[in-house]
């Protein structure tokens, strides 16, 4: 690689100030597979996306004059300068192809909730180890207008007055800077209609309930089962008063839908009965084939099932499902294949185990057996090291092929497949 090619590394001083240094590249890790970023495999940092701090951790940089990766632990202008990892969290739409890379120090505490992609700094811009699957701006805070959500509030205050579903939104959007909630009240795209307060699995990176205290959940999940009429009320809302008509069951705000199916069917009935507008989906992990089966007689449209492998010891390990199986979810997928549903994988995803040999080959023989429609890309929000160890990876030498290769090699295989970020409305699917 010409010395021009490189994208500098970027590192942060205590202080979480970020800077670049030069004479040094920045790095992306794949599980044991380091990479030299350069301007060709990177993109511009996408708007709406962050920069995050890594405490506990040292920098894996490129040296480009000897021509060595090396673990800065201070600034090498400014000795004594102790320096840390920056990562990218990228924007909704953007499939990460490269961690941030870095070391842990002894008895570092886990890293929050979130996808650290790998960043650098070229001709004045960031730039991310990233690609772009889906280019719809549903979730990009930059396209929404935070006046015309706090009117949507007030007016909606008053039309619903009671509701307890509108305000648990309200909070979603103004405390927590929920994306879908402030869709709701924007009157654009999907509206969540978050429902159960209980869940049949403990996945490891779940975001609403973290046992143990070693990692903070990064909202509160709801506290109350909504009533039947109280989900029509918004759900009918939404439909007869947006352009892109889609309400979803299954927030990162609750746990599993279909544990609230007793108040979740009757609601499905009364939505149909006002209307047979607009598509009413469940993001679900579809443990319960019965349990769905009902719902999609109600008048379920669609379902996004979360998997983060295909393979069912990493489903088991990360998912760690109470009364339920690895084969339930297989059932349910199945099922709602042969009643003509459209089925989508939440595919969460993270470099160095989701692009390896056994994983990819797994991937392609279940699109193979099962007829999903759609894969949606979500970078795994987790510890990439943790989740790598959870997964078996440690210590193992597993080349990968890359993430971007993964999805080309997808697409060629099984060219009815889609791809992308965000549930699709009736006449997309």
């Known amino acids: 690689m010409k010395r021009e090619?490189?994208?500098?590394?970027?590192v942060a001083n205590k202080n979480g100030e970020v800077f670049d240094v030069q004479g040094f590249a920045a790095v992306g890790m794949a599980g044991d597979n380091f990479v030299v970023l350069s301007r060709k495999d990177t993109v511009s940092l996408p708007g709406g996306s962050e920069l995050l701090f890594l405490p506990d951790r040292r920098p894996i940089v490129f040296n480009i004059d000897s021509g060595r990766f090396e673990i800065l632990y201070e600034h090498p202008y400014l000795p004594a300068e102790p320096v840390f990892p920056v990562a990218a969290f990228n924007a909704p739409g953007y499939v990460i192809t490269r961690i941030c890379a870095y070391e842990e120090e002894p008895d570092a505490s886990p890293l929050p909730l979130f996808a650290y992609g790998?960043?650098?700094?070229?001709?004045?811009?960031?730039?991310?180890?990233?690609?772009?699957?889906?280019?719809?701006?549903?979730?990009?805070?930059?396209?929404?207008?935070?006046?015309?959500?706090?009117?949507?509030?007030?007016?909606?205050?008053?039309?619903?007055p009671r509701n307890r579903l509108r305000r648990h939104l309200e909070n979603c959007a103004l405390n927590y800077g929920c994306p879908a909630a402030k869709n709701f009240f924007l009157h654009r795209y999907e509206a969540p209609l978050p429902t159960s307060t209980r869940c049949n699995a403990r996945c490891w990176g779940c975001l609403s309930l973290q046992e143990g205290g070693e990692i903070t959940s990064t909202q509160d999940r709801i506290c109350f089962t909504p009533s039947p009429d109280e989900i029509a009320e918004i759900a009918v809302y939404h439909i007869l008063n947006t352009r892109k008509r889609i309400v979803s069951f299954g927030q990162g705000c609750e746990g599993e839908p279909l544990l609230a199916a007793d108040v979740i069917e009757p609601a499905l009935k009364l939505i149909r009965k006002e209307t047979r507008l607009g598509t009413i989906n469940m993001n679900t992990n579809a443990s319960l084939p019965s349990t769905l089966d009902r719902l999609f007689e109600a008048g379920l449209d669609s379902i996004r099932v979360s998997m983060n492998s295909v393979r069912e010891e990493c489903y088991t390990a990360y998912f760690r499902p109470r009364g339920y199986s690895f084969n339930d979810v297989i059932q349910s997928i199945d099922l709602a294949a042969a009643k003509g549903r459209f089925v989508s994988i939440?595919?969460?995803n993270m470099p160095g185990f989701t692009d390896t040999k056994g994983e990819v080959e797994a991937l392609l023989s279940f699109l193979e057996k099962h007829q999903v429609r759609m894969i949606q890309w979500r970078n795994l929000n987790l510890d990439p090291l943790r989740y790598w160890r959870l997964m078996g990876m440690e210590g193992k030498v597993s080349e990968p092929i890359g993430m971007s290769q993964l999805v080309e090699k997808i697409q060629k295989k099984f060219s009815g497949i889609k791809h992308g970020?965000?549930?699709?409305?009736?006449?997309?699917?």
């Open 5 to 10: 090619d490189f994208v500098t590394a970027v």
């Open 421 to 429: 970020y965000f549930n699709p409305e009736k006449g997309k699917m």
């Open 346 to 348: 939440n595919y969460m």
């Open 118 to 160: 790998a960043v650098g700094w070229k001709n004045g811009r960031f730039r991310a180890s990233a690609f772009c699957i889906d280019r719809e701006r549903r979730q990009n805070i930059n396209f929404m207008n935070i006046e015309k959500m706090l009117e949507g509030i007030e007016k909606l205050r008053k039309r619903m």
